[in-house]
């Protein structure tokens, strides 16, 4: 709709300002809560599993080397529950 060369300055910032209204809904905690039960109304129409894997995710961060005297060794892993993961994803 946007993309409509006869489209109007006031019609544009209307829709824009729709989208704006849903992304800010969107990233709300109710936003997520909504997401989660669409997923699992979906998960359920599909037959498949609606659940979080239970195992944390584990992320490796490189430790990055400063000065000529610093070792190149790993920082410690860094574990993530999944659930926390996905709201992080959803979120940001």
Known sequence: M??????DVSSA?????ETRQVMVKMKSDKGLQEALI???NLCNSIETEAEFLQEPEVLLQKKW???DYDSLDEAPPITIQANL???FHFLF
């Open 85 to 87: 993961l996905f709201c």
């Open 38 to 40: 669409d997923a699992r």
């Open 65 to 67: 080397k400063r000065y």
């Open 2 to 7: 946007l993309q409509n060369e006869n489209i």
């Open 13 to 17: 910032v209307e829709i824009l300002d």
